[in-house]
């Protein structure tokens, strides 16, 4: 047996050693922290480093990367004595190796438990209706809070979101009912608003027209009353003419008011619906001498009414 290569091959693997407890490669996003004898003295970062053999010794590994812890879900009390099951995340980053390996023990623990109380504080403090409407809020509360707690560890809560919130299912159900009585309460409110806008202008419709009509009704009866005028003022001047040629001896005038109302009397007799038999008077031809006297009359009578009719 040769001892010679055996105390060789112990000589090998004790340099191995050696160089492996001496030399320290360091990736990057970690941090170590270096003990000598049990006591903290510096921190490697990530690179190659050398250690002195049998008396500096790696303590704790540091992850500087930002991570993400899930704290459970709990029940917590609101305010007003509401259940609700809140489940949350948190993201943390350790900034300084040393007090985070050890001004705290198991940093992960202990950050995931300051969440779960300060969720049951924060929430306990705010109504149900709050818990619901105002997540942005208690994510803002919760985050102040835990980041101010974890400063002396060396870490940083970058950021803390709730992740679920859900009430009962008794409660969510009054929920649904009541948001839809709400929203049932403004249709029926949009409904009798458009009903009054309606209402509304189909009154100043009909009120507009009605303003129209009484125009135009006024309009109407003034054009009538100023044809009426213009007639009458005619007529009198026709009148005037006939009395004129009375006065003179002109036995025509009183033929012209003879031979006039016994055509109207005879219109009247033709034109009557029971009347099927006209009857022609005997002095037929006193007629045509009365309406020759007519004629001349009558000539004179619309030469007048043209005249003032064509005046304003």
Do not use: C
Request: net charge negative; proline share 3%.
């Amino acid at each position: 047996m040769d001892f010679g290569l055996i105390g060789i091959g112990v000589l090998f693997i004790l340099a191995l050693f050696i160089i492996a407890s001496v030399i320290k490669t360091v990736p990057q996003g970690k941090e170590f922290t270096v003990e000598r004898f049990g006591r903290f003295t510096r921190t490697l970062k990530p690179g190659l480093h050398f250690l002195v053999p049998f008396i500096d010794t790696v303590g704790y590994k540091m992850n500087m990367r930002e991570r993400v812890l899930d704290v459970p879900n709990q029940d917590v009390i609101t305010k007003d004595n509401a259940t609700v099951s809140v489940d949350a995340v948190v993201f943390i980053q350790v900034l300084d190796a040393p007090r985070a390996a050890y001004e705290v023990d198991n940093l992960d623990f202990a950050i995931i438990n300051l969440s779960l109380t300060n969720v049951r504080t924060v929430i306990g403090s705010m109504d149900l209706d709050e818990t619901l409407s105002k997540r942005d809020e208690i994510n803002a509360r919760l985050l102040g809070v835990i980041d101010a707690a974890t400063n002396p560890w060396g870490a940083k809560v970058t950021r803390m979101e709730i992740r679920d919130l859900s009430p009962p299912v008794d409660i969510t159900e009054a929920m649904a009912r009541q948001m839809k009585a709400e929203r049932l309460k403004r249709a029926e409110i949009l409904e009798a608003e458009g009903a009054k806008q309606s209402a509304i202008l189909r009154a100043e419709g009909e009120k507009e027209a009605a303003i129209r009509e009484a125009e135009g009704r006024k309009e109407s009866a003034f054009l009538d009353a100023e044809a009426r005028e213009r007639e009458a003022e005619a007529e009198a001047r026709a009148t005037q003419m006939v009395s004129d040629a009375i006065s003179k001896g002109d036995v025509s005038a009183i033929n012209y008011f003879l031979g006039q109302k016994y055509i109207e009397a005879f219109g009247k007799l033709a034109t009557s619906e029971q009347q099927r038999t006209v009857i022609i008077p005997a002095e037929f031809s006193n007629i045509l001498s009365t309406i020759t006297g007519v004629g001349e009359l009558g000539k004179a009578a619309h030469d007048a009414v043209s005249e003032a009719t064509r005046k304003p």
